[in-house]
């Protein structure tokens, strides 16, 4: 293994580990919510949307749109004019961030109650009122969130990762000591001012990091600067490209309103929630790493390069994804169970929660795949492919929840949330085919093919064990934090002995590894 290999093999390794830090506790902070307010309480349902409506607003206007649209733009600056023009272009662009993101907070909130009756079309009017009074106190979160993924933007182009990926800890830190010092006393209403503490601090810890780096903040809001120009020509494709997520999750919120007296919304929720903490520490560790790297190899014109990393990076993350999606579904209730059961999250909670997350495992590929393969469209500057792609998988997306929701209730959305990550994956995929830039080679399909027997496999021995370990372990959180542990050390052993078996290029690495180290032992 290469030099620059090793280091970004090390780099993400450490990214990883803050990210579960940060992802472990926000898993802390969901349970901290199930046991205190369940899926079915008025409170409950309010806050989830109330929580939900800011941050929909800033996916869809701005999140990825920050990070896909500086970045290639300030590698850019900094490969052809160097450091001190891409940090004012930088200045510029988080000025002008700011600046819309705080209009953006005002109009939200002036406009609440018609954003509830949007996303909930199915609450009742005092949860409707709740979700509206929660929303306006919230909204600020847009504000607070453009200014720290501005930041996170400028310090993952001069390549620091660790902050960037600490920030959600400290987030997740002040909800939980909020849960344990002041819940009985300020109720969801200090709830969500504790979220915008934590949104604050987010930005807050970054500061420090960014003066190490050179960078220092002159307000400039020169809308039509020549880097804006270049930022705001690729934020208009690339913005419309990342809707995809935030609008599906919209599209279900507003059916998840009608299951359920509304229960279906804190399903959905929770569900989303762990399975984007299992499947987000790996893929976005990866992504965020090598964006940065694909937009510079764009700006020096490396093409080959470029397309064997995003080749490697997909065959490696496909390696890891695979299993994981097939030991969420394996596990789904008992998982749901161990983390967030007890409290007002009843037998019922559990039962709709479960449904949901082993039905939206199904997309943990699709997810995977199209977070990294949008990475080399952005990195590039293209914004099209992922327009279109994504606009098809919203409309599969709707028509899927118009189909499957009154008869397959929760388990209706999450196949129709899979089933467009999916078809969103495909869709970014072919075109690289036709370009000749495409990575699903003969090799690829059959190592693909190989991972896809092995978990199969894999999820059959578990569903075996499952069933042989429930009539010897005690009941309650001890017995499923064993079934839990004995079951995915079962999978781990399968998995690795069977895609060694297969001869796949990451279990020979992996075995190399250790003996490496074991050498040096």
């Known amino acids: 293994m290469s030099k620059k290999a090793q280091h970004a093999t090390k780099t993400i390794s450490v990214v990883m580990a803050i990210t579960l830090i940060g992802k472990v506790l926000g898993l802390f902070r969901?349970?901290?919510?199930?046991?205190?307010?369940?899926?079915?309480?008025?409170?409950?349902?309010?806050?989830?949307?109330?929580?939900?409506?800011?941050?929909?607003?800033?996916?869809?206007?701005?999140?990825?749109?920050?990070?896909?649209?500086?970045?290639?733009?300030?590698?850019?600056?900094?490969?052809?004019?160097?450091?001190?023009?891409?940090?004012?272009?930088?200045?510029?662009?988080?000025?002008?961030?700011?600046?819309?993101?705080a209009v953006l907070t005002v109009v939200g909130m002036g406009f609440s109650e018609q954003l509830v009756t949007l996303f909930a079309d199915g609450y009742d009017a005092q949860t409707a009122a709740l979700a509206a009074s929660l929303t306006r106190v919230m909204f600020p979160t847009v504000l607070f969130t453009g200014v720290a993924f501005s930041f996170v933007g400028i310090l993952q182009a001069m390549d620091r990762f660790q902050i960037p990926a600490f920030i959600s800890t400290v987030s997740n830190l002040v909800i939980i000591l909020y849960f344990y010092c002041f819940d009985k006393r300020y109720g969801v209403y200090g709830l969500a001012i504790a979220y915008l503490v934590g949104w604050l601090l987010q930005a807050v810890v970054q500061i420090p990091s960014l003066w190490q780096v050179?960078?220092?903040?002159r307000p400039?809001?020169?809308?039509f600067s020549e880097g804006m120009k270049k930022s705001f020509a690729l934020m208009g494709p690339v913005m419309v490209s990342t809707w995809v997520q935030p609008i599906n999750l919209t599209i279900n919120t507003k059916f998840g309103s009608h299951l359920y007296d509304g229960a279906g919304v804190s399903a959905m929720e929770y569900a989303t929630n762990l399975y984007l903490v299992i499947a987000g520490v790996f893929i976005l560790s990866i992504t965020n790493v090598i964006f940065p790297k694909l937009s510079r190899l764009t700006a020096e014109n490396q093409q080959e390069a470029f397309q064997d990393v995003i080749q490697q990076t997909?065959?490696?993350?496909?390696?890891?994804?695979?299993?994981?999606?097939?030991?969420?579904?394996?596990?789904?209730?008992?998982?749901?169970?161990?983390?967030y059961g007890g409290g007002e999250f009843d037998s019922f909670s559990i039962s709709i929660t479960s449904q949901a997350l082993i039905w939206v495992s199904l997309g943990m590929v699709g997810y995977g795949v199209q977070n990294i393969v949008s990475r080399a469209y952005f990195a590039k500057q293209d914004g099209k492919t992922p327009l279109i792609a994504g606009a098809i998988s919203i409309a599969v997306n709707l028509v899927l929840?118009?189909?499957?929701?009154?008869?397959?209730?929760?388990?209706?959305?999450?196949?129709?949330?899979?089933?467009?990550?999916?078809?969103?994956?495909?869709?970014?995929?072919?075109?690289?085919q036709w370009r000749g830039e495409g990575i699903l080679n003969k090799m690829f399909l059959i190592d693909f093919g190989k991972m896809l027997v092995v978990t199969v496999a894999m999820v059959m021995t578990v569903q075996m064990g499952k069933g042989v370990l429930i009539g010897f372990l005690p009941e309650g959180k001890l017995g499923e934090l064993l079934l839990l542990g004995l079951c995915a050390a079962l999978g781990v052993v399968v998995?690795?002995?069977?895609?060694?078996?297969?001869?796949?290029?990451?279990?020979?690495l992996a075995w190399d590894l250790l003996k490496r180290k074991g050498k040096r032992g």
């Open 220 to 223: 400039d809001f020169h809308f």
């Open 314 to 339: 997909i065959h490696s993350s496909l390696f890891f994804v695979l299993p994981m999606a097939g030991g969420l579904m394996s596990l789904a209730q008992p998982l749901v169970s161990f983390l």
């Open 214 to 217: 050179g960078f220092r903040w």
């Open 495 to 508: 998995y690795a002995i069977a895609v060694t078996v297969m001869g796949l290029s990451e279990a020979k």
């Open 401 to 432: 929840c118009m189909l499957l929701t009154d008869s397959m209730q929760v388990a209706g959305l999450a196949i129709s949330s899979a089933v467009s990550s999916t078809v969103y994956a495909l869709l970014l995929l072919l075109p690289l």
């Open 30 to 101: 969901d349970r901290l919510m199930a046991v205190h307010y369940g899926t079915v309480g008025i409170e409950a349902k309010a806050f989830y949307i109330a929580s939900r409506i800011p941050r929909v607003f800033f996916d869809v206007v701005f999140a990825s749109a920050i990070a896909a649209c500086f970045i290639p733009v300030f590698s850019e600056y900094a490969a052809k004019k160097g450091k001190k023009e891409a940090f004012q272009f930088a200045s510029n662009f988080l000025s002008v961030m700011t600046l819309l993101t």
